[in-house]
C-alpha cells in the first residue's frame, strides 16, 4: 500500500480532513456542518479550526446565528498546501483505488473498471473499500453489493479486524446497517453490533432516503425488497430509532441467540 503523505506530514486526522475539505474541496460551512461533511465531532472540529484560524489559514465569520469557516487564500501557503494535498491524494489513493475497484467487480460489484480481478481476499476487498466509499458513491453502492452477494462467505471476524486495522471499524458497522436496512436482512447487523460507538455522533456516510433508493435498485434480485417489505422495513427502521439502548442491545442479543441457533440447525 502506498504511503499517505499527509499522515507523516499532519498528525491530526482532524486537521488533515478539514485541510482537505476547506482548502483542496473551497467548503465554506458551519463547524457543525463541516463536522457532518468530514464525519467528524464537532467539538474536535472547532478546536482544529481555532487552531488553522490562528495561524491566518482559514477565516470564521459570523453569518446569521453560525460561525462560518472559509479558506483564506491571501495567505501564502494555501495554495502550496492545495497542491500538496493534491498529490498526497493521488499518489496514495489511485493505484490502492482501483485493485480494490477491480477486486469489487471481481466479487460481483456494477462497477465500470476495465478489469475484474482478485488483489485480495473477500474480507480484504470489503475493508479497503470503506475508505474508498467516502470519496465515491458508487464505490459505497458496490461495497453494499458485494457483501449481501457473499454474505454467507464473510468471514467476520476477519472482516472486522481488517476494518480495525484500517480504523475503519465505525465505517464497517455503518455499511452493514444499511445494507440490512436496503435488503430487509436485519440479522446482518448481529455480526457489527460490537462495533457501534455510542460517543460518536457524526456518521461514516452521508446516507439519505435516496441513496438508500438508489442502493436498493442496484441490488440483484435476489436482494431487492417487494414494496410493501419496503416499507416494512421503514417502518421496522423507524421503531429501532425510537428504542432506548438498552432496548437495542437486547435485540442484538436476541437476534444472535436466534443466528446461533439456525447455525447449529444446519450444521
Known sequence: MAIDITKALFRSRTRTELL??????????SLSGLARRAGLSQHTVAVEVKNLAAAGL?????????????????HPAVGVLVQLLAVADATSSSHDDSAVRESLAYFGAPLRTRKRRQHFTLETTLARGLPAAKRDPAVLKAVVVVLLKNRSALNWPVLKEEARMLKAKHELEKVVELAADVSGRVEL?????????????????????????ALQT?????GRLSLAATKAAAAERERLQKMSAADRALLAL?????????????E
Open 20 to 29: 482537505r475539505t476547506v482548502l483542496r474541496d473551497g467548503v465554506s460551512d
Open 58 to 74: 482559514v477565516r470564521v465569520e459570523a453569518v446569521g446565528g453560525a460561525d462560518v469557516v472559509r479558506a483564506n487564500r491571501e
Open 189 to 213: 447487523k448481529v455480526h457489527v453490533a460490537d462495533l457501534k460507538d455510542l460517543r460518536r455522533k457524526t456518521s461514516a456516510f452521508f446516507i439519505d432516503d435516496s441513496v438508500r433508493i
Open 218 to 222: 442496484g441490488l440483484p434480485s435476489s
Open 254 to 266: 436476541d437476534l444472535g441467540e436466534r443466528l446461533s441457533a439456525l447455525r447449529r440447525a444446519h
